[in-house]
């Protein structure tokens, strides 16, 4: 009777460390995530307001969409407040201002810079429809793609030409003296055309979006 009193005794003794291992490993265990958690949350938050005190500087408001259908996978990209969203870029329809120019092009470019974004560089049929999508069909709008010298075209992003994915209209480009290029509706149908860099026209902005 003695020797089972004292066996049960040391049983106790025993699961009770072993409670209280457990209870003191997942105590510690909690805490690690706690402090991971706030860790990468920091960082994620620094790293997002660096960017928007940037833009910020040239922008007063944004809009946020959610994209990802599952929640794990959801994050918000925004705009500029009347900037239109398309991939993970923004665009906006512009016109400059001055009156007398020897560049209307490069006045649009610096334009659009004035506002953290360049003219629009187009990579692809999508973009392409889309951008078009949202033009007037009586109006010309410079696009990010000059000529260098010698019909060597480049983009203002500097990312590759891509003959393969460019939108020229038919017989164009024709003419070693227009060195930029505009977006326009000719014959039903939108396309590109060199014209002179002098040439008032309206403009296309782009820029990346933000990510939160
Ligand atoms: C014509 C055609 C184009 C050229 C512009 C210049 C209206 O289109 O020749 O290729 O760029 O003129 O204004
Ligand atoms: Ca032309």
Redesign the pocket.
């Known amino acids: 009777m003695v020797q089972e009193i004292k066996l049960q005794g040391k049983g106790v003794c025993w699961s009770l460390r072993l409670w209280s291992a457990a209870v003191i490993s997942i105590l510690l265990l909690s805490t690690c995530f706690i402090a991971s958690c706030v860790v990468t949350y920091q960082f994620t938050m620094d790293k997002i307001n660096t960017r928007l005190s940037e833009l910020h500087a040239y922008h007063s408001s944004f809009t946020c969409f959610s994209e990802g259908i599952m929640m794990s996978e959801k994050v918000w990209s925004c705009c500029p407040e009347d900037w239109k969203p398309f991939g993970s870029h923004c665009y906006l329809i512009s016109t400059v201002t001055s009156n007398n120019s020897s560049s209307y092009w490069m006045e649009s470019e610096e334009n659009c810079s004035r506002m953290g974004a360049h003219l629009v560089v187009i990579h692809s049929q999508e973009e392409e429809d889309f951008i078009t999508g949202i033009l007037n069909t009586r109006l010309a709008y410079f696009i990010g793609l000059w000529d260098t010298g010698g019909r060597q075209w480049r983009w203002v992003d500097q990312t590759p030409y891509n003959e393969s994915a460019t939108f020229w209209h038919r017989?164009?480009?024709?003419?070693d003296n227009?060195q930029c290029v505009i977006l326009n509706h000719?014959w039903h149908e939108w396309g590109w055309?060199?014209?002179?860099c002098s040439?008032k026209q309206e403009s296309v902005c782009q820029m990346k979006k933000i990510y939160l």
Do not use: A
Not at 171 to 175: D, L, R, S, T
Not at 193 to 196: E, L, S, V
């Open positions: 017989g164009e480009p024709n003419n227009e000719r055309n060199d014209i002179p040439h």
